[in-house]
């Protein structure tokens, strides 16, 4: 493209100190958000440094080519991503994140995702149930006769728009013996189902600030409320709570449940905040699906509410460059020495945008508090340090993208992983 490397003379700056500037590693960084319902995407080149006097971009159907005075790079695009070169518009350098184009792309469709256990989970068939932080096996029966769903988080709340008498259903649904119901982001078990070697019952006081009302105006009062966790026997792990005397409730955050087939299984090993973010990105992505549901109030089991999120879209391509997950947009340093040419891929993920706002310690209080009242706002309870967790991999996600995506109105915006 003679267009961006003219505009890269103007917008770098004329020729100058061609010794030692010139002799830096280029070190670019590549950004491409695909949708994959358009068919297009917003392409950053990033870490471009300003003292280079001539930086010709050539796109090709599957790489960008970038070269300078004596070195060039080759970005090669994941498998079956196609550039429409002709397509380019909406050329720009901005400043602190480099060069922005859009532009038409042919991306294949996304293969079929692996569903969550959630989804996943049938009757009668063999499965294993394991603690995944150890791959402790939590049950003693692989296999349940009824798997059925649980109604959605708020739907007591609309008992009263369906009857004219009192509530039939006070009484709280609790699996049968060999039962499974499922939930958001939970499993039902009955405690008979459980293998009583590998988890172990510990009782929790947790304090609980709850909002009151009197003559002198609004104060805040804390509440104890005793908890029953059901923790890993090897690892400690809370993966659950004890929700009576007969029903054990799992968190599908904290299990990872396989198929067993022909008594052979492989074990999956899998980093903890991978685990965490493509379980959440996955339960976010299916119950939007099923219930038209876009906003989410992340709950700890505390009752505190710790995220706000926004479900953006959920039919994201995106394209880095190879071990750029946490990398920033900042400019490369001076002094390093140059090869003549490289090659540097670019790997792609499946993801869901997310909008958000952290609720620690005070912040957003009162939208919280609106939110939580709104029918529209889907629930979700996670442990505490998963609900920590989620909020330590969505800054991480913001911090890594450039410096203006990072922000939308007053939102944080971040991507999780599908796969």
């Not at 070697?197 to 009151?212: C, G, H, L, M, P």
């Not at 690892?235 to 029903?247: A, E, F």
């Not at 002094?335 to 090659?343: A, L, Q, R």
């Not at 912040?363 to 330590?392: A, F, Y």
Request: proline share 5%; glycine share 6%.
């Amino acid at each position: 493209f003679h267009l961006i490397q003219d505009f890269l003379k103007w917008a770098l700056g004329p020729p100058g100190l061609e010794g030692k500037m010139q002799r830096k590693l280029l070190q670019p960084r590549v950004f491409l958000e695909i949708r994959h319902s358009t068919q297009s995407g917003q392409l950053i080149i990033g870490n471009i440094p300003e003292n280079y006097s001539e930086l010709q971009v050539t796109l090709g159907l599957s790489s960008i080519h970038l070269q300078t005075v004596g070195q060039c790079m080759n970005l090669d695009l994941p498998v079956g991503v196609r550039i429409v070169p002709p397509s380019c518009r909406s050329l720009q350098y901005v400043t602190g994140d480099g060069l922005h184009m859009r532009l038409q792309v042919q991306a294949d469709g996304p293969a079929e995702l692996v569903p969550t256990v959630i989804e996943a989970l049938k009757p009668q068939t063999c499965c294993v149930f394991q603690c995944q932080t150890c791959g402790q096996s939590v049950l003693q029966k692989q296999m349940f006769q009824r798997v059925l769903p649980l109604p959605s988080g708020n739907w007591s709340d609309l008992v009263e728009h369906w009857c004219c008498h009192p509530d039939p259903f006070t009484k709280a649904l609790q699996p049968k013996l060999d039962d499974c119901l499922l939930g958001d982001m939970f499993l039902l078990v009955n405690v008979a189902s459980i293998d009583k070697t590998a988890v172990d019952q510990v009782k929790t006081s947790q304090s609980e600030a709850r909002q009151s009302k009197d003559n002198t105006g609004n104060h805040l009062t804390q509440m104890s409320r005793e908890n029953n966790n059901v923790v890993c026997t090897r690892c400690r792990k809370v993966l659950g709570d004890v929700t009576s005397s007969d029903t054990i409730k799992f968190y599908v955050t904290e299990m990872l449940v396989q198929p067993l087939m022909n008594k052979a299984l492989k074990r999956q090993i899998c980093e903890r905040s991978l685990f965490v973010e493509t379980v959440v990105a996955g339960r976010l992505k299916e119950i939007s699906s099923s219930q038209s549901t876009f906003r989410f109030c992340i709950q700890g089991r505390d009752g505190k509410i710790y995220i706000l999120l926004w479900l953006l879209n959920s039919d994201t391509l995106l394209v880095r460059s190879h071990n750029d997950s946490n990398s920033d947009f900042a400019a490369v340093g001076e002094g390093t020495v140059k090869p003549e040419s490289s090659v540097k891929l670019c790997e792609g993920n499946n993801a869901v945008k997310i909008l958000y706002h952290p609720c620690l310690k005070g912040r957003n209080k009162m939208l919280g508090e609106k939110w939580e009242k709104n029918i529209g706002v889907h629930s979700m309870i996670l442990p505490v340090d998963t609900c920590l967790q989620l909020l330590l991999i969505l800054a991480s996600s913001t911090a890594s993208l450039p410096p203006s995506l990072q922000n939308m109105n007053s939102f944080k915006v971040a991507f999780l992983k599908l796969d």
